[in-house]
């Protein structure tokens, strides 16, 4: 209990700035006290605004109150040091390995608690009481405790570094300011620091400005989050209702069909029992009148003969049996065929429709809600400008790479290349190291003959001759082929062709998210090549196929 009173009794006798025991205790206008070289040291910082305020309530003065001792918690603070608590505070005070320590202590060094620019040291409390009372160091600058004094020491001259060389932006002494930096534009640090301090509070204001759209924004993002979650899951369930709908609605047709087949089976076995029987029917009046034939065949009286054969050889109306065929039927066959082409169509649909519905679930952007909309300018394509080089291990043994990687040039004569599994070893063609996401844009200067500029996956085949390893073949790659005379747009062995402006550069812009891949003319304006819209599932790498020997492709330095 008596320490928890002795820690209460500290605390109502320091001073809230420097946390310690009031030292020349003052107090202003509003009621509060501290330290008399704490509460001036906080003023002198506002001398600049001319208004000065309580560090605790923040009341505010427009005129600098003039500070007297409070003689009531002077004694009171000796008291206390009596009692014992100051001692066990200083132990609380002594320099340890991470504090500064006090220039002038000898022994157990206490913690520095100000340093002087003037005087380039570092002094505890006691030590520190001249600054205060001798008028000698009342024009010395004391700040917070500082191991970095040393720095404030010009190397040269072992002067203290009051100048500043805008020049060379350093910090330099008086000589310096004459010798090695004379005519340069030099100021006082006061000056610079002033001017820095009028730069930095335009920065602290930007930035407060952007912390508070940058909150703003958060709060827009939390509630894009909530409505994302909601849309999401609404169109899951809407999705599985539709579905759903779509199963049921199979599983009728699939009942009804059933329905139909088993009532046609009854029906046509029912005709077929019913002539049967009708058939069955006959045979014993057929046996009978066999009968009656063979008797009156074996009579010997020819008169009773011909009287008698008119009554037994009449025979009744046979049954209708000309449906009967003995060749192989086909009976619900046709119906297994119809129903395998309504599943080979709804398969076609679904096919078609599900690349559509894919599409529509990745066009679903938050962020980038303008994603789809490319850059008006050059300057605005030039904001995703990229840096691309080559992968000489992609390079066919005809091509030359140079200008670091970022040119290509097909040679007539073949180049030693160590084996790599990357080489294309069927056509003059090399792609890029980088791999291409997002939206980026590049430019190529081409020279020569034909080349095709281009973008392909990483899989795309590279040996051999066939149209998997050829740029533009196959579904891997997309390529624009340009000659001195026309353009065409080459995907999966198809060609399209291209009409605009010739010009040697060429700008390739490609948002991969958005599945968007554009060919731009480049001269002192850009014009719309080609543009493909598609889905990418894979990064892409730039590639480049030269046709002719002399041909070049540099991929241009944008930035």
Request: some cysteine; glycine content about 4%; overall charge neutral.
């Amino acid at each position: 209990m008596a320490q928890q009173g002795a820690q209460l009794d500290r605390e109502n006798f320091c001073c809230s700035i420097c946390l310690d025991l009031l030292k020349h205790p003052v107090t202003i206008p509003c009621g509060h006290s501290y330290c008399m070289s704490c509460i001036n040291n906080f003023w002198d910082g506002e001398d600049d605004k001319k208004i000065y305020s309580c560090p605790q309530c923040r009341q505010t003065f427009t005129l600098r109150p003039v500070l007297m001792k409070n003689t009531m918690f002077a004694a009171l603070v000796e008291q206390l040091k009596k009692t014992g608590l100051q001692a066990a505070a200083t132990d609380l005070c002594y320099a340890g390995p991470e504090d500064v320590a006090c220039d002038v202590c000898t022994g157990r060094k206490l913690k520095a608690f100000k340093s002087c620019l003037v005087c380039l040291a570092s002094y505890c409390e006691n030590h520190l009481q001249p600054h205060y009372e001798s008028p000698t160091f009342k024009k010395h600058k004391l700040v917070d405790p500082s191991e970095k004094l040393q720095e404030n020491i010009c190397s040269h001259h072992d002067e203290v570094m009051k100048m500043f060389c805008r020049t060379d932006q350093q910090c330099i002494c008086y000589i310096c300011s004459v010798d090695e930096h004379k005519g340069h534009d030099t100021v006082s640090v006061a000056a610079e620091r002033t001017e820095r301090q009028r730069e930095l509070e335009v920065s602290q204001l930007n930035i407060q400005q952007r912390i508070q759209h940058r909150q703003k924004d958060v709060k827009l993002l939390q509630q894009e989050v909530v409505a994302v979650s909601l849309s999401a899951d609404k169109a899951v369930e809407d999705s599985e209702k539709i579905f759903t709908e779509l199963i049921r609605l199979i599983q009728k047709r699939s009942s009804d069909v059933k329905q139909q087949i088993r009532s046609q089976q009854e029906t046509e076995v029912s005709r077929v029992k019913e002539l049967q029987e009708k058939l069955q029917q006959e045979i014993p009046e057929l046996k009978r009148k066999d009968a009656e034939l063979k008797k009156l065949s074996h009579t010997e009286d020819h008169n009773q003969f011909l009287h008698n054969y008119p009554s037994v050889s009449q025979l009744s109306e046979p049954t209708d049996s000309s449906s009967i065929d003995i060749r192989p039927l086909r009976y619900f066959e046709d119906v297994t065929a119809a129903v395998s082409e309504l599943r080979d169509k709804l398969q076609d649909i679904m096919t078609e429709e599900w690349t559509n519905i894919s599409l529509t679930v990745t066009e679903v952007d938050v962020l980038l809600s303008n994603s789809k909309t490319e850059p008006k300018t050059r300057d605005g394509f030039l904001q995703y400008s990229c840096e691309i080089t080559l992968d000489p291990n992609t390079a066919y043994i005809k091509l030359l790479l140079s200008e670091g990687n970022r040119k290509v040039e097909r040679r007539r004569q073949k180049r030693w290349y160590s084996y790599h599994p990357d080489r294309f070893t069927g056509y003059d063609q090399v792609l890029s190291r980088e791999s291409l996401t997002g939206r980026c844009y590049w430019e190529v200067e081409w020279r020569g003959g034909i080349v095709r500029i281009a973008v392909a996956y990483k899989n795309i085949n590279r040996q051999g001759s066939s149209n998997e390893c050829l740029l533009g073949y196959n579904d891997k790659s997309w390529a624009l082929r340009c000659d001195t005379n026309s353009y065409t747009f080459w995907f999966n062995n198809i060609s399209t062709p291209v009409s605009g402006p010739r010009s040697s550069r060429l700008g390739v812009y490609l948002d991969h998210r958005a599945g968007i891949l554009s060919f731009y003319s480049v001269s002192e304006t850009m014009t719309l090549l080609h543009r493909v819209q598609t889905t990418f599932t894979q990064p892409l790498y730039a590639g480049v196929w030269l046709i002719h020997d002399g041909a070049t492709a540099e991929f241009c330095k944008l930035k």
